[in-house]
């Protein structure tokens, strides 16, 4: 079973900066990807942003593209989204996702098996 843990999130003013972390135990899928989504209050869970984990090739919502960046590092197992030019629509939980990969939308939360629990990011005017 695959543990994910993210970290790096807290309370920043519009336009700063945060990078969030998610750490990765046990086996991941090396030939599938990882993702960030994220829940506002009283909204749906929505994508962010994902990675394939061996390309390294990259998706992001049209919300965050140009201030957000995902990167992997698989030395470490871990996963990071620099999140840069901060909104307070961007204020909400944010979670890591992993999933297998064959076929599946990494847009799509269906498309991943282990879920992080979360951490806050808040953004004030």
């Known amino acids: 079973q695959v543990q994910l843990v993210e970290s790096g999130g807290g309370s920043v003013q519009a336009g700063g900066s945060l990078r969030l972390s998610c750490a990765a135990s046990g086996r991941t899928f090396g030939s599938g990807f990882m993702g960030w989504f994220r829940q506002a209050p009283g909204a749906e869970r929505e994508f962010v942003a994902a990675?394939?984990?061996?390309?390294?090739?990259?998706y992001y919502a049209d919300s965050v593209k140009g201030r957000f960046t995902i990167s992997r590092d698989k030395s470490k197992n871990t996963m990071y989204l620099q999140m840069n030019s901060l909104k307070p629509e961007d204020t909400a939980v944010y979670y890591c996702a992993s999933g297998p990969g064959g076929g599946g939308s990494v847009y799509t939360d269906a498309a991943y098996k282990y879920w992080g629990q979360g951490t806050q990011v808040t953004v004030s005017s």
């Open positions: 990675i394939i984990w061996n390309g390294a090739y990259t």
